[in-house]
Structures are given as structure tokens and as C-alpha cells.
């Protein structure tokens, strides 16, 4: 399945390389509302949320009322999850939420999936250098994306792998990484970082692991047609 993704900041749609210099930045919200339309999920992502600085609120409302969504960026607690999820997200994110002093919080992971349910939970993998990357991908820990599956697998219905080292840049994901988290567990696996071209999504297809696509779709580089490479039975998305 290939996901497209919308990045918020500062009130418009933008990319970004590798988390850092803004690349492109949009305003026309209607059209690509149109054009992810057909897609039986959008990953949409409030970044100035994860980095602490202010939050897209009205525009994350806006976009999970049109499209199914699985929204993420700073949701660090029960409350606001649930907020997302009343207001109509598919699926919460959580990514710099589940570390805690340089360790993986194990006791609220076991939280967010009593109060939720574990068929609401994504949990992002964000790696840069082969370890695992917090707080707007800011900080660095040294837990590594494989000790984060296996530490977190019981509490989650997806994990979200963000190769940041090559985000944006649309030269390709690596696919060893990608591999070692799919050995690691029989959950949903979704993959981000510079893919570019319907091969890459069809390897990653064959290996069982979901696509997440920004930059290529926001320049035209990826060919969708008619079809948006999409599987409505691959995940439940339901309210």
C-alpha cells in the first residue's frame, strides 16, 4: 500500500530534507485533498507539534474530517490521542512519547493500548545513524529501531520505520534496515525515507512492508494514474 503523506508547519503543507531545511511548501489544501481522495489512508503529521514549537490544530481537524488519517506529531499523552481519535483520525502516532531518559517507556506504551486499544496505536521508528531519533528528530538516543520493535510489539497495530537519513531526498530507502524490522515482528510495517519510484514500493510491497510517500508525489516524480496503489482491506480504517 502506498500512503501518501502531509506534513504541517506553520499553517501550510510542506517537505522537508531530512527533517531539517524545508524543501517545498503548499497552500492549496483542496486540491491535494482531491488527490489523496481515493486512498484508504493519509499519514498526516503536525510538525511543529513534535518539535514543541506550536501545533496545526484547526488544520489537522480539516484534513481527518476529509481524509483517513493517521495523524501524529506531539501527541504525548491519553488526552490528546483520544482528542485525535474523537476528532476523527483513523489511527494516533506516537513516536518521542515511548522514550523516557534514554529508555524505551514500556509503561506507557502498556497505557496508551489499555486506554485505546492497541488497534489505534502506530508507533514511529524514526532512525538516523541506525538509532532511534526523538523530539522532532532533534535528539538521539542509542536504542536501536530493532530493540524498539521488539521492546513495543505487544502494545501496537503498525510501526512507522522513517529512515531519516535519507528523507527527502528521494535517492532511495535502504532496504537492509527495512528487512530487519520485518523479521523482528509479524505486525504492520510502514516505511519512509527518499522513496521515489513504484519499484521501490513494489519491493517493499514483496516484503510485506507498506510505503509512505511525500516529496516524489508532491513534485509529480511518482506516476499514480488512475490507480493510487492502495489496498482498502490492508488495515482497518473505520472511525
Excluded at 510542506?14 to 492549496?28: I, M, T
Excluded at 489523496?36 to 493519509?42: D, G, K, S
Excluded at 488544520?59 to 495523524?71: A, D, G, K
Excluded at 535519507?166 to 535502504?174: C, V
Aim: aromatic letters at 6%; a negative charge.
Amino acid at each position: 500500500m502506498l500512503i501518501p503523506s502531509i506534513d504541517l508547519m506553520d499553517g501550510k503543507i510542506v517537505q522537508l530534507v531530512q527533517g531539517e531545511k524545508k524543501a517545498l511548501e503548499f497552500d492549496n489544501f483542496e486540491e491535494w485533498i482531491a488527490r489523496f481522495a481515493n486512498f484508504p489512508l493519509v499519514q498526516l503529521i503536525d510538525l511543529d507539534a513534535a518539535i514543541g514549537s506550536s501545533s496545526n490544530a484547526r488544520l489537522i481537524e480539516m484534513f481527518v474530517n476529509r481524509l483517513p488519517c493517521q495523524v501524529g506529531g506531539g501527541i504525548r499523552s491519553v488526552e490528546v490521542a483520544r482528542q485525535m481519535l474523537e476528532a476523527g483520525a483513523r489511527r494516533v502516532i506516537l513516536g518521542s512519547s515511548l522514550i523516557r531518559d534514554g529508555q524505551i517507556n514500556l509503561a506507557f506504551a502498556q497505557q496508551m493500548a489499555n486506554e485505546l486499544g492497541p488497534e489505534k496505536l502506530v508507533f514511529a521508528i524514526d532512525a538516523r545513524g541506525g538509532k532511534i531519533a526523538i523530539r522532532g528528530w532533534r535528539e538521539i538516543t542509542t536504542i536501536t529501531p530493532v530493540e524498539m520493535v521488539r521492546a513495543l510489539d505487544g502494545f501496537c497495530a503498525a510501526f512507522l520505520y522513517t529512515h531519516i537519513d535519507t528523507e527527502g531526498l528521494m535517492a532511495g530507502l535502504p532496504l537492509a534496515p527495512v528487512r530487519e524490522l520485518r523479521a523482528a515482528t509479524l505486525k504492520q510495517i510502514i516505511a519512509a525515507g527518499g522513496i521515489s519510484t513504484r519499484e521501490e514500493i513494489d519491493q517493499l510491497h514483496r516484503m510485506g512492508v507498506d510505503a509512505v510517500v511525500g516529496m516524489a508525489l508532491y513534485l509529480g516524480r511518482l506516476d499514480l494514474g488512475n490507480s493510487p496503489l492502495a489496498a482498502p482491506d490492508k488495515i482497518p480504517v473505520s472511525k
